[in-house]
C-alpha cells in the first residue's frame, strides 16, 4: 500500500492533458480553468495552526499570452462576523517565454483585516514582471544618518536602502523518471528535481554614521543566485 501510495504522488498529468483517454477538456483551447472564489480555513493540528485553501468552484478564462497581475480574490474567516474577501493578486501563466523566463512577482504590499483576536497583515501581490527562477526583489529598509552640514552643524537624517531580498526556486535535472517509450516525450512518472537554494550573489556596501556616532555598514543585495 505505502509503494501505491508513493506511485500515486509521483504521478503528474499537464493541466491541458484530459483525465482519462477520449474525454473531453474542460476548457476550449486558449482558456484556462480558474478558481472563481477560495476561502480559507484554519484547521488545529498537533504541530500548530495550518492555514488551507478551498476552491469552491471553477471557470474558464481567457489565458493571458503576456505577463500581468490578475486579480486573485481570497475569503478569510468565511461564515463568521470576520468575514472579508482580499484581492491577493497571482501572476499570469504565458504557455511561451522567451530565454527561459518566467512570469513571477515582483512587489508586494499589505492588507490588514480583522480577526477575533484584533487584526492581522496580509500579504498581497503588486506586480509580476518576467524574471529568472531566482531573482531579486525590492525591499526597502530605513536608517537613521548622522550627517554635518557646511556650516559643521550636526544633522540627522533618514537614510533609505533598497536592500532587496531573493526569491524564486532553483532546480536542476530531468524530473522524469518513466517516459511513455525511449525517447518519448510523455512522462508517465515524474519525480522532485535536485532543488537549490535562491541566495543573495553580489552586494552593494553603504556605509554611513549612526546617531551612536560610529560607522555602520549595511549590505544591499544586487545580484540573486542559486545553490547547491
Known amino acids: 500500500m505505502l509503494d501505491f501510495l508513493k506511485t500515486k504522488k509521483l504521478q503528474v498529468r499537464h493541466p491541458d492533458s484530459p483525465l482519462w483517454p477520449g474525454a473531453e477538456r474542460s476548457c476550449s483551447p486558449g482558456s484556462c480553468c480558474e478558481p472563481t472564489r477560495v476561502h480559507v480555513e484554519r484547521l488545529l493540528l498537533f504541530e500548530g495552526v495550518r492555514e488551507v485553501e478551498v476552491i469552491e468552484g471553477c471557470q474558464c ?3 493571458p499570452e503576456e505577463c500581468l497581475r490578475l486579480p486573485a480574490l481570497k475569503t478569510f474567516f468565511p ?3 470576520w468575514e472579508v474577501t482580499v484581492d491577493v493578486g497571482k501572476c499570469s501563466d504565458p504557455a511561451y517565454s522567451a530565454d527561459g523566463l518566467s512570469c513571477l512577482p515582483t512587489k508586494f504590499n499589505t492588507a490588514l483585516v480583522k480577526n477575533p483576536g484584533g487584526r492581522e497583515v496580509v500579504r498581497t501581490l503588486e506586480n509580476c514582471e518576467m524574471k529568472e527562477k531566482c531573482y531579486r526583489v525590492s525591499q526597502v529598509e530605513y536608517y537613521y544618518e548622522i550627517v554635518h552640514s557646511s556650516a559643521g552643524h550636526r544633522e540627522e537624517r533618514l537614510k533609505e536602502i533598497d ?3 531573493c526569491l524564486g526556486s532553483c532546480s536542476s535535472g530531468d524530473p522524469c523518471l518513466l517516459r511513455e517509450s525511449q525517447g518519448g ?5 515524474r519525480g522532485e528535481a535536485a532543488s537549490g537554494r535562491c541566495a543573495p550573489h553580489r552586494y ?3 556605509t554611513f554614521r549612526s546617531r551612536r556616532d ?3 555598514t549595511v549590505l544591499a543585495i ?7
Open 163 to 165: 536592500v532587496g531580498r
Open 61 to 63: 478564462s481567457t489565458c
Open 214 to 216: 560610529r560607522v555602520r
Open 222 to 228: 544586487r545580484q540573486c543566485k542559486c545553490r547547491g
Open 204 to 206: 552593494d556596501v553603504h
Open 79 to 81: 461564515d463568521s462576523p
Open 185 to 189: 516525450e510523455k512522462c508517465l512518472v
